[in-house]
């Protein structure tokens, strides 16, 4: 603005039809300019234009053609000066709208994180870690889907400390179509299913625990697995031909329960049932030897049992002579 305004005297030409005193005041004007930009134009340095700025450009191009545009302007505090030399002027956004630094944000979500069962379905990871009520089923069984249409030649990871369609205390919370349904879904999967136990598989979570891929089927060392009997749900003031059906419908599902723990264990249908006459609770070493699970998971087990010795190394060690076959 400083070189436009010491250009003026040059360029200028005060109008035949303004008064006396405006052309004096604009005389005195131009005088003061000119005297103080030859004296100070040495010790004050003036910052290079840049000739890409569209409003330092538009503002030399009318100080070089049509001077008296900037010197006659109204005093107007509504708008900001020099915005009507534009043809569609564009303001900037307000303080509020105007995005931070990269720097200060760089860490920061654009959008809210995922919830826990989002970022483990990202790992092909599906956790049960409730008792087996309808919106856990809904939960799992869509889960099960979306992975097997995601990629139905990877494994499902089913990981399950649940005590089944029972709380803790042995009070029915779910139907046992709860268990029933997911488990017709891991049957209709395509993917290999492993399990894996930590804290409890009770009930019909213990089910699901042994209907995974024969071989990858595990438990933790401190794990727990119970199998019993499915409860009649509280009957209340239900008549005595209601309470009898709701009676056969629970051993139509304990028999169930019994034929699908023997088909994935290994067992008969006989050996299961007189362990279900009672809760039958087993720990992982038990788990393995009935068959509900094929391996112990916990860290180093494999050097340590590579460490162990046969028993007839033992027994050589010990002086225990084997005697000889007759």
């Known amino acids: 603005m400083?070189?436009?305004l010491r250009a003026l005297p040059i360029t200028y030409s005060i109008p035949s039809s303004s008064s006396n005193s405006q052309s004096i005041k604009r005389r005195n004007l131009r005088i003061n300019c000119s005297s103080i930009g030859a004296?100070?134009?040495?010790?004050?340095?003036?910052?290079?234009i840049n000739p890409?700025?569209?409003f330092l450009s538009k503002l030399a191009a009318v100080a070089a053609n049509s001077p008296e545009t900037l010197l006659d302007r109204p005093v107007s505090s509504d708008t900001p000066p020099y915005l009507d030399l534009f043809d569609s002027p564009q303001l900037m956004a307000t303080p509020a709208q105007v995005?931070?630094?990269?720097?200060?944000?760089?860490?920061?979500?654009?959008?809210?994180?995922?919830?826990?069962?989002?970022?483990?379905?990202?790992?092909?990871?599906?956790?049960?870690?409730?008792?087996?009520?309808?919106?856990?089923?809904?939960?799992?069984?869509?889960?099960?889907?979306?992975?097997?249409?995601?990629?139905?030649?990877?494994?499902?990871?089913?990981?399950?400390?649940?005590?089944?369609?029972?709380?803790?205390?042995?009070?029915?919370?779910?139907?046992?179509?709860?268990?029933?349904?997911?488990?017709?879904?891991?049957?209709?999967?395509?993917?290999?299913?492993?399990?894996?136990?930590?804290?409890?598989?009770?009930?019909?979570?213990?089910?699901?625990l042994a209907a995974g891929t024969k071989g990858k089927r595990f438990m933790m060392p401190?794990?727990?697995a119970m199998i019993q009997q499915p409860k009649v749900p509280s009957s209340g003031l239900m008549p005595a031909s209601d309470v009898l059906i709701r009676a056969k419908?629970?051993?139509?599902?304990?028999?169930?329960?019994i034929e699908l723990l023997a088909k994935h264990t290994e067992n008969s249908v006989?050996?299961?049932?007189?362990?279900?006459?009672?809760?039958?609770?087993?720990?992982?070493?038990?788990?393995?030897?009935?068959?509900?699970?094929?391996?112990?998971?916990?860290?180093?087990?494999?050097?340590?049992?590579?460490?162990?010795?046969?028993?007839?190394?033992?027994?050589?060690?010990a002086g225990i002579k084997i005697p000889d076959p007759f």
Not at 114 to 136: E, F, T
Not at 186 to 208: D, F, R, Y
Request: proline share 8%.
């Open 2 to 4: 400083a070189t436009c």
């Open 39 to 48: 004296k100070h134009s040495s010790k004050i340095p003036m910052p290079p």
């Open 52 to 54: 890409k700025d569209p």
């Open 99 to 208: 995005e931070r630094s990269v720097s200060y944000n760089e860490h920061r979500p654009r959008k809210p994180p995922p919830d826990l069962p989002s970022l483990l379905l990202h790992g092909r990871i599906v956790y049960i870690g409730m008792p087996l009520v309808p919106a856990v089923t809904e939960l799992v069984v869509a889960e099960l889907m979306y992975l097997q249409w995601m990629d139905p030649k990877e494994p499902i990871y089913l990981y399950i400390n649940s005590t089944g369609t029972t709380r803790d205390d042995g009070e029915t919370v779910g139907m046992e179509t709860e268990g029933f349904a997911i488990y017709d879904s891991m049957m209709q999967l395509k993917n290999e299913i492993h399990t894996v136990a930590v804290g409890a598989a009770i009930g019909q979570a213990c089910l699901l």
């Open 222 to 224: 401190h794990a727990k």
């Open 249 to 257: 419908e629970a051993i139509t599902n304990r028999d169930t329960l």
């Open 270 to 317: 006989e050996a299961v049932a007189n362990v279900m006459k009672r809760p039958f609770y087993m720990d992982s070493r038990r788990a393995k030897e009935f068959g509900v699970i094929d391996k112990v998971l916990w860290r180093g087990q494999e050097k340590i049992m590579a460490d162990v010795v046969t028993p007839e190394e033992w027994d050589k060690m």
